[in-house]
């Protein structure tokens, strides 16, 4: 070891702590789990969790949501039994009217979401059938073999191509409030970065919902991708089956007691599959929308840590090593 | 090198004897076959012998192209390495695997992923694999270009000019001056020496640094002085690669003579002491037998990584449950639906109505096609189930785990300057688990620096006790006449000195003057002499130049005698075939020699005829003492005393642990000379038979000796060799020793290195018959109540636990955090400890009966095992009879070619670099300077990488299987469309680049106890045999909590984002993020040891995700375009991840702090002792 000693001397502070490395001795933090240890992070588990749970549950507490379900009530009672014959029927009227009363006093800016369920935006043949570029390039751009089997109609190109954009949602929605029209913020609600740069400023669409199989809303021909909003929201697709999405801003407050009368136009065709319609409004903030489970999760969590802290405690002090 | 002590002289065929068993053995699973064994001494009727013309390489390579001499090492060449690369790495299963996976994703109905991100993992292994094996074979190519390069004299049109190496060919005649490199296998055709001797070192080819002579014919090397053209025609065998043999013969001027080994001199050895040698090539290039030896020994399986097959099973099975869940579910939800498939608005399967494909399906083929190609899609998305990549990574890991083993200064032998050596890249974590350790004794746990050390004269007995402190002073007084100095300094008995000063008279004069005769002349040795520059001695000036001898001989024991002869003042100065001079007190004497029997293993003795200067002849024997005393002569009562006397010194000596060997002499009378003569020459030239007919000549001679006396040779302990066996055994571990020697000798061996201890009953086997063997078996079992091993079994689960189990460490020195190291035995074995001692011919009877089982019962009750006199193949037998018997791990340690066989049998072979040649080390996994790293290789590195190992691969298991179990939750929230929310790239870039690195620093840089500690309490050594790093039951363990680790990454954001408007992607971009998170955090939790490299590569995994995220949501092409912007800005995102964090680590938390701190392992309170006394 003494000569080690010398040579590490010589050697030099850089080359000794490649010595040190060498031979596995490095300066090191070995952590050990003693008791202390073990309560404290508990502890410090417990002590941080609850207060955000509460903090959390308070948040979801103060947002406000109404949801109404209106794809069974807004078809004519004659229909009942063959929905799917009543929304393929173009000489029935689709309008349809939902009576929103609010209970809580809601502060502007409200959301409006349509909600989906048993809607599987998420299956891989879904999920594939787009092309990216396309929607950038416009139609110049050919290699849109994913977009299958909605890549072209009557020997042309579609665009925006394939699946997502073809079943665009179509339903549309009206708020009134008393006799006046709520003012009904629809832009902006796209998220930006798609605007700017995955949507193509100078791609109008084409050929699209051409054919004799519609598959969901029409596209104004003479509006550039980018602009178009409601496309750009329906194609950043869901994760869950069940999914919201943004349908504009109501940017004036509601009070308690005020009614809201929503006319919506009942086109989109969910019956074929069984598929949900629902309307939501909801306030938001930090937390975004209404959702108990992340603070209840958070106190349940912090809580137990505590048990099990206190519990440990407890058998530390009475078998003390 | 046991061998060798039979007989305790040793001769280059003793080596090549065992060695070429050895060899044999190596050979036979490579199915290799060794010809020069078929040829034998029929190669000249054989069909098809290799014709050299001599000096005519035209017509030698006219009829068969021989190959040149130029070598190739390297596998490729620029236009091959592609082609041969990748058909050589697709050899391997997990790349096949990668393959397969890739191949599936390329089928349009089942392209998961995009076409490049599947086979990016393909890609970048074969890409590290091939610039590794790219730049290793740059390297065999640039030593190639350089020895190929390389310039020797050649003969050429009557003149010797330099010519390349790899120009040289099979015919040439080439000329090698002195420390040159012999460029190919050579027949001497001539050297400067008249006689036609010359000297070469093979450290090159078997690592042995003494030189061994070569001889030249005489027929040939009084031609070659005559002129410089000279012809000829040699018949040899084919090329082969037993370097001990050659069987050829030449016709040179219309006469034919055999040649022999001992005629040719073989390519990378060194011309030494010879001016020039002339020679012609009969092997060049790819057929030297060098060339044809570079054989890699036979790659080992650690047994951890079969055990992780087994498992790796459980994962398939785990993958095929998963795969058809999804495929089930699949097929169930098309049928249910199979109404709508063309209405839903997200499945579609037909084309528009109007259109070139009207109304044609897409990409639909019906539910059974459809249910298979779940099937099939599920697994390209579930592939990293299967932890293929586990494999890359453990071989990284191994890398450096041994870059830390060859580096560490602990194992650095300082006397040769040799480090530890990794062969083997496969086996680490096998040094953990070690419960039998096979060592040979001489070289491995002694020096095999023979040392003189006692002498007994016509019975009497001269001890180096003796010894005077003035001695020396007295000695340079007489030896001033001779002007030799030694080089080793060796004590001289005063008593013995005296004796050979007196004058010569009476028959103990006689019989001394003869016995160091014997010494010097019966040898093989050779005197080099030099001048002495570095003499510091005073007293030398006066005598002008002092020459200093080396005497180099191929067996330390000869050398031992020799020098010992040269104190004693009979030096050996000179020894050609012909003669030996030995200077005796300064007077020169002249012996010629007329025959020399060297040593074997039949008769175990050596014997010289010599022609004294008074033309007497006598015959001088030396010999193993069981070989001697039945051929002496009995005639007189006096010899009869002698011989008892003697005898009973020879016992004396060997319980001392000395090697003992018996010198004996005669004159020949005339007519025995002549009869022996006649014989001699016959036989020695003879083709057929030559060895059994040189026996059959030496018995002539080697009877009716006279006694002379014996000596005895101290063989050395190494240094700290009975504190590492006494940690090795505190550790668990039985150590067995395998030896040569002979029963007394290994006994005492065994009790100075405290492997025997006085309190030991010893079971001695040393039957000579079966029925012997079988009675003393038996004996010995119902003596000492040994268990049948049926039983046994049973009982060693339980009895294992105490006896190698926990440290009991008392509740006091807990609470004191005084942990004192255990000394020695504790066990409350109430009988005394066994000791099995038993001796190779008793082992040929019962390896080869079915005394076997017998055999195993009795050596497993006993403490220690000692195998006397045993042979290569023997030992080889005996670690079969372990491996076949238990599941136990051995390790078979040694540093001779007679340890080959043993070290390649046994799971974990070690190699000794010392005295004795490189074929231990050339065939052993890992090379140890000195045996008592053996307690550092297994006891600290060998419990690091059990425990490192074993931890990698369970946390490679739970990495991947966590990940995959999330994917499969996901598919079951996606109508089983095997959708991944994740990004193609994330998916890929999983194993390789986000989660790699920590695992693979922590495999090679964590350690859970210091080496102080391990060495302290060798008990810790227990958890391999325990297997607690790596079992079964932890591997379910660490399954569950899997699965609740998976199911809280998927149910917390499922909740949390229940009914909300996020997207895919956004949701794929936490779950990446928080798996990643997770398992390295996880990993954070398990270190025991955080160095900044460590902090580096946790922290740094988690920071380069979220970097490559960053890039892979920064490309506006892909649809998950500026995700990560998003989320990020949203507290939620954080909150959950924080939840999902702690709530997935709880369970295991509090696991391992209930287990931590109520029952607690050894290795945890090792541990906190280690650290916490460290702290207060």
């Known amino acids: 070891m003494s000569e080690t000693n010398s040579d590490r001397q010589r050697r030099g502070d850089r080359e000794s702590a490649f010595y040190l490395f060498t031979q596995q001795r490095l300066p090191a933090c070995k952590p050990v789990l003693t008791p202390p240890w073990v309560i404290t992070i508990y502890f410090l588990v417990g002590f941080i969790f609850v207060p955000v749970g509460l903090f959390t549950l308070r948040a979801s507490h103060s947002v406000v949501e109404i949801e109404e379900r209106y794809d069974i009530e807004c078809v004519p009672s004659q229909f009942r039994n063959d929905k799917v014959s009543y929304i393929q029927d173009d000489s029935v009227p689709k309008n349809c009217s939902l009576l929103f009363k609010v209970d809580k006093y809601m502060k502007a800016p409200i959301y409006i979401y349509y909600q989906l369920e048993n809607y599987y935006q998420n299956h891989r043949r879904y999920v594939r059938s787009r092309s990216d570029q396309q929607l950038l390039h416009g139609r110049n751009f050919h290699g849109t073999s994913y977009c299958q089997p909605l890549e072209s109609s009557n020997n042309r190109p579609i665009v925006p191509c394939g699946l997502i954009a073809w079943s665009l949602f179509n339903d549309t929605f009206t708020f009134i409030r008393g006799k006046a029209l709520l003012k009904v913020n629809r832009t902006n609600i796209a998220w930006k970065s798609d605007r700017d740069h995955k949507f193509g400023k100078n791609v109008y669409p084409f050929n699209f919902q051409n054919g004799t199989w519609i598959g969901g809303g029409k596209l104004n021909p003479r509006i550039p991708l980018s602009n178009q909003e409601d496309l750009i929201v329906w194609m950043r697709i869901s994760a869950l089956p069940s999914f919201r999405k943004l349908y504009g801003r109501i940017e004036e407050d509601l009070d308690v007691g005020d009614y809201v009368v929503v006319q919506l136009m009942n086109d989109y065709n969910t019956y074929s599959f069984g598929g949900k319609k629902k309307l939501v409004l909801s306030t938001s903030n930090w937390l975004g929308g209404k959702n108990d489970f992340l603070g209840l999760a958070y106190v349940f969590v912090g809580s137990s840590s505590l048990t099990v802290a206190i519990v440990f405690m407890l058998l530390h002090l009475r078998s003390q090593r | ?1176």
Not at chain 2, 53 to 73: A, S
Not at chain 2, 126 to 142: F, N, P
Not at chain 2, 564 to 593: C, M, P, W
Not at chain 2, 1102 to 1129: E, G, Q, R
């Open chain 2, 1 to 1176: 090198m046991e061998l060798q002590n039979i007989s305790n002289t040793c001769t280059s065929i003793d080596i090549s004897r065992s060695s070429s068993l050895a060899q044999e053995n190596l050979s036979k699973p490579q199915r290799i076959r060794n010809k020069s064994v078929d040829l034998g001494d029929n190669l000249l009727y054989s069909e098809d012998p290799r014709v050299i013309y001599i000096n005519d390489p035209r017509r030698t390579n006219d009829k068969y192209e021989f190959t040149g001499n130029e070598i190739r090492t390297s596998k490729y060449t620029l236009v091959t390495f592609l082609p041969k690369n990748l058909f050589i790495q697709f050899h391997r299963v997990a790349y096949l695997y990668f393959l397969a996976i890739a191949a599936l994703n390329q089928l349009p109905p089942l392209a998961v992923f995009g076409r490049t991100v599947s086979l990016f993992p393909l890609l970048f292994v074969l890409c590290v694999t091939a610039i590794k094996d790219g730049y290793e074979d740059w390297r065999r190519h640039r030593s190639d270009r350089n020895e190929n390069n390389r310039e020797a004299l050649v003969l050429q049109a009557g003149e010797f000019q330099m010519k390349k190496w790899k120009r040289i060919r099979a015919g040439d005649v080439v000329k090698i001056h002195a420390d040159e490199t012999i460029p190919c296998d050579m027949v001497l055709f001539g050297t400067s020496d008249p006689s036609g001797l010359a000297y070469i070192q093979t450290m090159n080819l078997d690592g042995e640094s003494n030189l061994k002579t070569r001889y030249a014919r005489l027929e040939t090397a009084s031609s070659i002085f005559e002129g410089c053209n000279v012809s000829g025609l040699i018949r040899c065998e084919q090329p082969n690669r037993n370097i001990y043999e050659f069987t050829a013969n030449m016709e040179f001027n219309g006469h034919r003579f055999p040649l022999s080994q001992s005629n040719i001199v073989l390519r990378g050895c060194q011309l030494k002491n010879t001016d020039w040698i002339i020679g012609v090539v009969v092997y060049a290039g790819q057929e030297t037998k060098a060339m044809l030896n570079s054989a890699i020994s036979p790659s080992k399986r650690s047994k951890l990584e079969s055990y992780m097959n087994r498992e790796t099973l459980w994962l398939s099975v785990f993958l095929l449950v998963m795969c058809s869940v999804v495929a089930v579910g699949m097929g169930l939800w098309l049928h249910r639906h199979k109404d709508e498939l063309d209405t839903l608005p997200y499945y579609r399967k037909t084309y528009l109505r109007n259109g070139k494909e009207n109304g044609k399906t897409y990409r639909y083929y019906g539910i059974p096609m459809e249910t298979f190609f779940s099937f099939l899609s599920s697994i390209i998305v579930f592939q990293i189930m299967i932890p293929i990549s586990l494999y890359i990574t453990m071989e990284l890991v191994r890398l450096g785990q041994s870059y830390f083993m060859i580096e560490d200064k602990h194992m650095y032998c300082s006397n040769s300057g040799s480090r530890f050596q990794c062969r083997s890249l496969n086996i680490n974590e096998d040094l953990g688990q070690i419960r039998y350790v096979f060592s040979d004794k001489t070289g491995t746990l002694t020096e095999n620096k023979m040392e003189f050390r006692k002498a007994s004269v016509y019975g009497k007995d001269y001890r180096s006790s003796n010894l005077r402190d003035d001695v020396l002073q007295d000695d340079d007084i007489r030896a001033v006449s001779s002007r030799w100095k030694l080089k080793s300094e060796i004590s001289v008995d005063s008593e013995l000195m005296d004796l050979l000063h007196k004058d010569m008279a009476g028959d103990e004069r006689i019989a001394a003057h003869l016995f160091f005769l014997t010494l010097a002349a019966c040898n093989t040795v050779i005197p080099i002499v030099s001048k002495d520059a570095s003499s510091g001695h005073v007293r030398s000036d006066s005598w002008g130049e002092v020459k200093a001898i080396d005497y180099q001989g191929e067996s330390p024991d000869e050398q031992a005698l020799v020098s010992a002869a040269s104190a004693y003042g009979y030096t050996l100065h000179e020894r050609t075939s012909g003669h030996i001079v030995i200077y005796v007190n300064g007077d020169k004497l002249r012996l010629d020699v007329l025959g020399l029997h060297e040593f074997d293993s039949v008769r175990k003795r050596m014997s010289v005829v010599t022609r004294f200067p008074d033309n007497t002849t006598k015959v001088l024997v030396k010999g193993a003492d069981t070989a001697m005393f039945s051929i002496l002569a009995r005639e007189t009562e006096k010899d009869d005393q002698i011989r008892q006397v003697t005898h009973s010194h020879l016992t004396d000596y060997s319980s001392e642990g000395l090697r003992t060997l018996v010198v004996a002499a005669k004159d020949l009378t005339d007519a025995e000379l002549e009869q022996w003569q006649c014989q001699y020459e016959d036989a020695s030239t003879s083709l057929i038979d030559r060895a059994a007919k040189l026996r059959q000549t030496a018995a002539l001679v080697e009877c009716n000796l006279n006694l002379l006396g014996a000596t005895a040779i101290e063989d050395k302990l190494q240094d700290g060799v009975p504190e590492a066996i006494e940690a090795l055994r505190q550790a668990g571990i039985k150590v067995w020793v395998l030896t040569g020697d002979k029963q007394e000798t290994a006994i005492s061996i065994g009790l100075s290195c405290k492997l025997l201890t006085a309190d030991m009953l010893q079971i001695i086997i040393n039957g000579n018959s079966e029925e012997e063997c079988r009675n003393l078996l038996t004996d010995a079992k119902t003596r000492h109540g040994v268990q049948p091993a049926s039983r046994k079994n049973e009982n060693s689960k339980r009895s294992n636990n105490p006896e190698n189990g926990y440290l009991e460490i008392p509740d006091e020195a807990k609470s004191s955090n005084v942990l004192q190291p255990r000394s020695g035995k504790e066990e409350p074995d109430v009988c005394a400890p066994l000791a099995l001692i038993i001796d190779g011919n008793s082992l040929v009877y019962i390896l080869e009966k079915d005394l076997e089982s017998d055999l195993f019962d009795i050596a497993t009750s006993c403490k220690v095992v000692l195998c006397c006199r045993v042979a290569p193949l023997q030992k080889a037998g005996i670690v079969d009879l372990i491996k076949s018997h238990t599941d136990d791990m051995t390790l078979a340690i040694g540093d001779g070619a007679n340890d080959v066989s043993m070290i390649q049998m046994a799971d974990v072979g070690v190699g000794i670099c010392g005295q004795e040649g490189r074929q231990a080390v050339m065939a052993s996994d890992f090379a140890i300077g000195q045996f008592r790293f053996l307690k550092r290789l297994l006891l600290v590195h060998g419990h690091w990488n059990y425990q490192r190992v074993g931890y990698l691969v369970l946390y490679n298991f739970y990495r991947n299987a966590v990940f995959v179990l999330m994917l499969f939750w996901y598919i079951l929230c996606t109508a089983f469309s095997t959708t991944s929310a994740l990004t193609d790239w994330s998916s890929v870039f999983y194993s390789v680049i986000y989660t790699s690195v920590p695992t693979i620093v922590v495999g090679i840089l964590d350690k859970d106890l210091s080496d102080k500690t391990l060495l302290k309490y060798p008990k810790l050594y227990g958890v391999g045999h325990r297997h607690v790093a790596y079992n079964l039951q932890l591997f379910w363990i660490t399954m569950i909590d899997t699965l609740w680790q998976s199911l809280v990454l998927f149910y917390i954001p499922l909740f949390t984002y229940k009914e909300s408007s996020i997207d895919i992607w956004s949701m794929g971009s936490l779950w990446t993020i928080a798996v990643v998170i997770l398992v390295n955090i996880h990993l954070a939790m398990d270190i025991q040891r955080w160095v900044f490299i460590t902090h580096a590569a946790v922290w740094g995994s988690i920071i380069i995700t979220y970097v490559c995220m960053v890039v892979l949501d920064s490309i506006p092409i892909f649809p998950n375009y500026w995700t990560i912007y998003h989320v990020a800005k949203s507290p939620t995102y954080w909150l959950t991840i924080l939840l999902i964090i702690i709530a997935a680590l709880l369970p295991r938390f509090l696991f391992k702090a209930i287990h931590q701190n109520f029952w607690p392992s050894d290795i945890q309170i090792a541990r906190e002792v280690e650290i916490l006394r460290k702290v207060t």
